[in-house]
């Protein structure tokens, strides 16, 4: 039996959409266990590290307030 190009092309998008669904429920899953077990207190959620002087988030180094060239003497 052939089959369609037409048909052949629905059942693809038919498992292709099947496997999205599949992995959004997984990862939907997965981010809900995580923040359980975050409130639990189970796992330990690290706060943003912030500068003593000004209280700025800190990303990749130091804080230009502390120690930039017009760093306050």
Do not use: E
């Not at 429920?25 to 409130?39: D, E, T």
């Not at 988030?57 to 804080?63: E, F, L, Y």
Request: hydrophobic share 45%; with cysteine.
């Amino acid at each position: 039996m052939r089959l369609s190009a037409r048909t052949a092309t629905i059942q693809v998008m038919h498992v292709a959409l099947a496997q999205t669904v599949g992995c959004v429920a997984v990862a939907g899953v997965a981010w809900a266990m995580v923040r359980a077990g975050a409130a639990k207190g189970a796992l330990r959620v690290k706060a943003p590290v912030r500068c003593a002087a000004c209280g700025r988030q800190k990303g990749w180094g130091s804080c230009p307030c502390t120690d930039g060239p017009n760093r306050p003497s």
